[in-house]
């Protein structure tokens, strides 16, 4: 059995874009990747992100909130930030041979009118949905050598 590339999606508080990432990330290609999220300040996940993931199929409820210093220990191909709060606040994950940074709008800070909330959120659900593929894409096609990478770090 081929082992598991290991992802970290972080983000400020692991309510909802990270969330949305991890549950995209193992729906898509759980069987190359095992995907985990964790936030800088970890609150609890956002029932609307629950909500506009199970309308695309996909089930996060059973997802945890965690905080980043729970995954320092662990070793990661891959950790991705979110959003720029958590680039800036992010640990040193110093065995991490690839570090990216996606920008993506806190839904959290939309409009309170419920219906354009939800609008907002299903826009972000879908520009994260497009970057976990492309992400899919571009690390199918580098097939690194983690230990090399690593050492040229």
Known sequence: ??????????????????????????????????????????????????????????DISGQKAKNVKESLKE???????VCDSARERSPVFPFTPFLGQWSVYDPETAPEHPQEKREVFR???????????????EANQEKPDLAKTAKAR
């Open 123 to 137: 826009r972000v659900r879908d520009e994260i949905r497009a970057k976990v593929e492309s992400f899919i894409f």
């Open 75 to 81: 070793h990661f191909a891959y950790v991705i930030t």
């Open 1 to 58: 059995m081929e082992k598991k590339t290991k992802v970290l999606f972080l983000s400020t508080g692991n309510a909802t874009r990270s969330q949305m990432a991890e549950g995209y990330l193992r729906n898509i290609a759980g069987d190359k990747f095992q995907a985990t999220s964790a936030g800088i300040e970890a609150t609890s996940l956002n029932p609307l992100a629950v909500e506009v993931m199970r309308e695309v199929g996909v």
